[in-house]
Each structure stands twice: as structure tokens, then as C-alpha cells.
């Protein structure tokens, strides 16, 4: 088992290891490996966007002038009532068969 000096990293480790400088036991081999990812974790950013001239602020005044509208007929209908005696049988089970 080697000490390693204190605030050594994961990466420094793994370093020493490829250099031949240490010969590391498997469950510190484990470890540094699995550390990498928590101390140097992958910085990505993703952006889509469609080029069709429209700026975020237009699709913004768009989606703020239509909720001002009143909403869709279907939204004001009240619920469907169900009986009582409906809703005393047992539901009808769906079976899936995944074969």
C-alpha cells in the first residue's frame, strides 16, 4: 500500500500510476478511477436553436400576447360525471402482454 502526499488528485494518482512511480492496491485503482468523474466533472453545454429570424424576444411577446386570450372551449367544460354505481365495479385491467 503507498501513501500518497496530502491533496494529491484522483487524475495526480492515476498519473504516478501510468509513470510506474507507485504500484497502487486494487481498491485504491477503483477509487481514483471512480473520483475523476466527481472531481473534474464534464462541463457541456447544448443549445438548439432553429435559424428562421426570429429572435427569443419575438417568440417571447408571441407567447405573452397569447396568454392573454381567453382559454380553449375544452378547458371550460365542466368534468364528466360518472355514476355511482359505475364507479363501484371494478376497473377494467389492461393487461400488457410483453411476450
Partial sequence: MCLLPTGTTARQFMQMVMRGEIEPTHKQFIAAKELIAYEEPKLTAVAVGHMDGT???Q?????L??????PPKAALLPPVQHSADELKRPFPLRRRNLR
Fill in 55 to 57: 429572435s427569443f424576444a
Fill in 59 to 63: 417568440v417571447l411577446e408571441r407567447c
Fill in 65 to 70: 400576447a397569447r396568454s392573454k386570450n381567453p
